[in-house]
């Protein structure tokens, strides 16, 4: 095992990069609304020449009504291909949220429905898209500068979209230098809104 210690950056990279698909949820039969990180979502293996598209009829409960994915990148617009594919079998979906947040995954201005036609096409069939940018920003900072990768690990740590539990989209988060509190803000900014079919 490596004891080279990492930054705080490099170790919430390393959670959260290193996450297993998760094998199905289909049997969660009451779960209406799910919220992930992208890589708990299971992938085609786009590596091989036959490729066959993954059984979202198997993975996903059919009465799931929202999908958020947090921190996506661009193998999610695949994905969403796929939801496309089977939404005569997902029949009650109505809204699907990509949050994007600071140095993980692609910024909310990758996913512009302009570049992208899944999200224009879902946007016809009836569903609900939204693309937001998640952000922190520090407010009171006194006279010692927090580092950036700081203020990265209050943003992870403190939030419980770690653990797969839903953050509210304004909270505050505190964190403390040589034992002088500062305060950071979470904003979330809508660039998108939302795209109407």
């Known amino acids: 095992m490596d004891s080279t210690p990492l930054s705080n950056v490099q170790a919430v990279e390393r959670f959260v990069f290193n996450m297993k698909p998760a094998v199905s949820l289909s049997n969660s039969h009451r779960l209406r609304k799910l919220k992930v990180l992208h890589p708990v979502l299971k992938w085609k293996n786009y590596r091989k020449a036959r490729w066959s598209r993954p059984d979202l009829r198997t993975m996903l409960p059919k009465n799931t009504e929202e999908i958020t994915i947090c921190c996506p990148n661009r193998r999610v617009l695949h994905w969403l291909e796929d939801v496309l594919y089977n939404l005569d079998f997902f029949e009650h979906l109505g809204r699907i949220e990509l949050v994007c947040r600071a140095l993980f995954g692609k910024p909310a201005t990758f996913f512009k429905p302009d570049k992208h036609s899944v999200l224009v096409k879902l946007a016809q069939s009836g569903a609900t898209v939204e693309v937001t ?15 950036q990768d700081k203020i990265a690990w209050m943003e992870v740590k403190n939030l419980s979209w770690v653990d797969g539990l839903e953050a509210s989209k304004k909270e505050q988060v505190w964190g403390s230098r040589q034992k002088k509190e500062k305060t950071a803000w979470l904003e979330q900014e809508s660039w998108v809104g939302m795209l109407e079919g």
């Open 133 to 147: 940018q998640e952000q922190f920003k520090i407010l009171d900072v006194s006279e010692a500068p927090v580092e």
